[in-house]
């Protein structure tokens, strides 16, 4: 009999639910009866949705937009669960997990606490966090509850996944035993995310870049919500000409009309084009076209995002920020670049990019798709997740 697992998620189109949502479909392959909990697609992530449902997953919404709303709802819906059949609960929420024990002692459910994030970190170096770190107590309260909420879920699973060394040594400050902790990087499918020339030169010609333009694209949500976001989107646009760069902007948000207005004013329309959203099926395309992955982002960053991985593994150059998780993935120079978030720091590093030659270039893409197909493929991840299953 196939094992039921629940997954339970706010959503499976942003942030740590990419990754999450990747994985149901590997898993949903492999036969486990699978539920998840979540709140619904938007309309451009519709055909994600429909690919999960037809692989058997059992969706079970939640229509609201406010956190302590849907853990209640969520709650009461693995409860219905976890009743009904012997499941394997998979839970990356520090709010969650506890609550979640109830159902592995009362009902036998297996938990598993997948970390995706340093929420001590975060709270230490995120912008978000800026006001309650200029509150000495206030900041004290808060440090001590998350690290609280962050031990406990981790002692009181099963199991505990970790993405990243800096997290797991998070874990380990906090006393929770190694032993407990199995450290599995993000995965992506190599065989989807590789580079494809004819599509390369398709995009290229529509945009009309040569193949001796350096082409540096940035994906993001390009919204006046996230300010940081289009702190990078603005920066590229003033170096273009500086520089000598083509820039490719990709994502939806409320933002794009305002860019585009901003490269017509600087008369840049031939150098920097926004391109909006484009479909998850969509992004190797987008990838195999441009030489140079721009993955900086204004604050440090103390994981990394999935799309770090799919760029190396279309054997475009990456560059990040030197600090956080993707300094475990990223060796400067070799299968990308590292660079500190300053304007001025990046403005020289991608000056040196420009003005390398063009072979070197191109090794830094194969030295990056090989990291890939060796270190971060779900051919390598797979198992390790299936074995940690199986022990429950």
């Not at 949502?21 to 998840?36: F, P, S, T, V």
């Not at 002692?105 to 997948?114: E, S, V, W």
């Not at 870049?209 to 694209?217: A, G, K, N, P, W």
Request: net charge neutral.
């Amino acid at each position: 009999m196939a094992k039921t697992l629940i997954f339970v998620e706010y959503e499976y189109y942003y942030g740590r639910g990419n990754w999450d949502r990747e994985l149901i479909k590997r898993l949903a392959k492999k036969g486990y009866l699978i539920h998840a909990i979540t709140r619904k697609f938007p309309s451009d992530f519709q055909d994600q949705e429909q690919e999960i449902k037809n692989l058997g997953v059992r969706f079970h919404f939640i229509d609201t937009r406010n956190g302590f709303n849907f853990a209640i709802v969520a709650l009461a819906e693995v409860l219905k669960l976890v009743r009904k059949n012997k499941a394997v609960l998979y839970i990356p929420s520090i709010r969650l997990a506890p609550f979640c024990y109830v159902f592995k002692k009362l009902f036998g459910a297996g938990l598993i606490f997948a970390l995706q994030g340093a929420p001590l970190l975060e709270l230490d170096i995120m912008p978000e966090f800026k006001r309650i770190r200029q509150n000495r107590v206030w900041y004290f309260l808060k440090r001590k509850l998350i690290g609280f909420e962050e031990k406990i879920s981790a002692l009181l699973a099963d199991r505990v996944t970790v993405i990243s060394k800096m997290i797991n040594n998070e874990l380990v400050a906090l006393d929770v035993p190694q032993k407990r902790i199995d450290l599995m990087y993000y995965c992506i499918d190599q065989h989807t995310f590789k580079k494809d020339q004819e599509k390369r030169m398709e995009i290229r010609s529509e945009l009309n870049v040569s193949d001796q333009d350096i082409l540096v694209t940035y994906v993001a949500r390009l919204s006046f919500d996230v300010p940081s976001r289009l702190w990078a989107a603005e920066m590229l646009i003033e170096m273009a000409k500086e520089l000598n760069l083509k820039v490719m902007l990709v994502g939806g948000g409320d933002a794009l009309e305002y860019l585009r207005e901003r490269i017509k004013t600087a008369d840049l329309s031939d150098r920097v084009f926004v391109r909006g959203f484009v479909a998850n099926k969509n992004v190797p395309d987008v990838l195999s076209a441009s030489d140079v992955f721009f993955f900086v982002m204004k604050d440090p960053l103390p994981t990394y995002g999935l799309a770090l991985l799919e760029a190396m593994s279309c054997e475009t150059a990456v560059l990040t920020n030197n600090s956080g998780s993707a300094k475990e993935i990223i060796a400067d120079g070799q299968n990308g670049y590292l660079v500190d978030p300053t304007p001025e720091a990046i403005r020289f590093k991608l000056k040196n990019i420009v003005e390398e030659k063009r072979d070197y270039f191109n090794d830094i893409g194969t030295c990056a798709r090989e990291d890939v197909c060796q270190k971060y493929s779900w051919e390598v991840v797979e198992d390790k997740i299936e074995a940690i299953i199986s022990s429950l």
